[in-house]
């Protein structure tokens, strides 16, 4: 099939690379004339597992392109796929739906056969009837269908999420359409993929309802993890206590910092928002954005216990600054807020990220970057290990650190509490 995914994002370039590499035509296209120069070149916009090298045979072999060029790529093709981002509003917190709504003009003008017009976006319950409004101001119905296929791919697994999903949801009334997307989807099928044709309304808000389901779960977990710290109770047995039991699940139970990222901040923001709009309180959803927003400041109180409140001209170094380990994305990283505090409050912080060194700090002073992980821990009073990357699951500390004393506070439960207590390390970890 030919396909054209608007938007060469984490979503629109994963989701592309996979079509591509299933057997479709298929054209990535971007406004960012920068991005798509590199991709032509083989230089990839994002770090994300075993992309490149399917980004590269895919190119090779001429079945992905990259285009700067709306018109001419939805013209070649018969699917057209919105990939492009729905962030939170800069005064509010509705989704700002700008993106979505400036490419449904673009594609109005870009008609003449039909096309299956597809939001992979996570756009609020009732987008997909103004996407269709807008379109058919200039084009008729008959010549286009627009339907809501809510994409559920986790950074760091985007192309095992893509290739393995649980579930396929496609919000789609009308047959035809159905078939063809059935069709598309069919060699994710026969490996397990559940198929679930719904309306365009209940795809659009399933994607909604997951994300901040999960966004609980994790927040749920962190506050038992308060109570933990407070009882001398290890808050991994709570995790692997209720995780067994099939109705809950163990994933997304981990206690770590505040849930971060480009998509749970901004979606349980924009789905309560949508429910006020609809007067209806989504109380849940509300009190788990107040508790993340509160977490951070928690564990920012907590440092500052490890360090008996003594925080000027202490050397503290960050292990990983992105909101989870295997992706390079910074939007919403918990440490965004916590690195500025300690600062503020004379801390010299250094970092190290496996995937390089990151914008969002290059204007902060006493804020510095080192290249691996020896050199970064080297010189520290306190380690924070923010990330889950496994480069940092087994590092020997007391061979690394020069200094005689020093500590650890593991926000991620990596090492075991009696190892370090042998090596006589003095460490602190969440919810124990
Ligand atoms: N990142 C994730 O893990 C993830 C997972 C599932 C769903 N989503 C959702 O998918 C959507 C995209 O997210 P993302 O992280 O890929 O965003 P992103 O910011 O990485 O990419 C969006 C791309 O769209 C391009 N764009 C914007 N307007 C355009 C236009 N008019 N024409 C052509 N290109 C245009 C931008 O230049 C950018 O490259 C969001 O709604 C997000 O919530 C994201």
Not at 50 to 62: F, R, S
Not at 156 to 168: H, K, Q
Not at 199 to 221: G, P, V, W
Not at 235 to 256: H, N, P, Q, T, Y
Request: proline share 3%.
């Amino acid at each position: 099939m030919k396909l054209c995914m608007i938007g060469t994002g984490y979503v629109g370039l994963v989701s592309g690379v996979c079509f591509s590499d299933l057997g479709n035509d298929v054209i990535c296209v971007d406004r960012d004339t920068k991005k798509i120069e590199n991709l032509k070149k083989g230089i990839i916009p994002i770090y994300e597992p075993g992309l490149d090298e399917l980004v590269l045979k895919n190119y090779k072999n001429d079945r992905l392109k990259f285009s700067t060029n709306l018109k001419d790529s939805i013209s070649k093709s018969d699917i057209v796929f919105i990939c492009v981002g729905t962030p939170t509003k800069k005064n509010g917190s509705a989704a700002d739906l700008s993106q979505i709504f400036d490419v449904a003009k673009e594609i109005r003008s870009s008609i003449s056969k039909f096309k299956i017009i597809i939001t992979k976006s996570t756009v609020p319950v009732t987008t997909g009837d103004e996407i269709e409004k807008i379109i058919s101001q200039k084009v008729s119905k008959k010549l286009f269908s627009v339907i809501s296929n809510p994409e559920f791919l986790r950074e760091g697994e985007a192309i095992r999420d893509f290739t393995y999903p649980d579930r396929i949801i496609i919000g789609c009334n009308d047959k035809k359409s159905n078939t063809i997307l059935k069709n598309l989807y069919s060699p994710l099928i026969s490996k397990g993929a559940k198929y679930v044709n719904s309306s365009r309304r209940s795809a659009e808000l399933i994607k909604y309802a997951s994300n901040a389901f999960l966004a609980t779960k994790i927040t749920f977990i962190n506050e038992l993890a308060n109570l933990c710290e407070k009882l001398d109770i290890n808050v991994e047995d709570i995790s692997i206590g209720m995780g067994l039991d099939k109705r809950i699940g163990g994933r997304f139970l981990r206690a770590g910092p505040a849930y971060g990222g480009s998509c749970f901040p901004k979606d349980t923001k924009a789905i309560t928002t949508t429910a006020d709009k609809f007067k209806t309180n989504l109380s849940v959803i509300k009190s788990v954005i107040k508790s993340n927003e509160n977490r951070s400041s928690l564990l920012l109180k907590r440092i500052f216990d490890i360090l008996r409140g003594k925080i000027k001209k202490k050397k503290i170094c960050f292990l990983g600054v992105t909101f989870k380990a295997n992706t390079d994305d910074m939007r919403d990283s918990p440490c965004l807020s916590m690195i500025p505090s300690l600062i503020k409050n004379g801390a010299v912080i250094n970092y190290f990220d496996p995937t390089g060194e990151k914008k969002e700090f290059k204007k902060i002073r006493n804020v510095s970057f080192s290249k691996d992980i020896s050199s970064a821990i080297k010189d520290s009073d306190l380690i924070i290990i923010h990330t889950e990357w496994n480069d940092f699951k087994s590092i020997n500390f007391k061979k690394n650190i020069i200094k005689k004393k020093f500590t650890i506070f593991d926000m991620r439960n990596i090492y075991s509490l009696t190892k370090m207590k042998k090596q006589k390390i003095r460490y602190f970890a969440i919810g124990c």
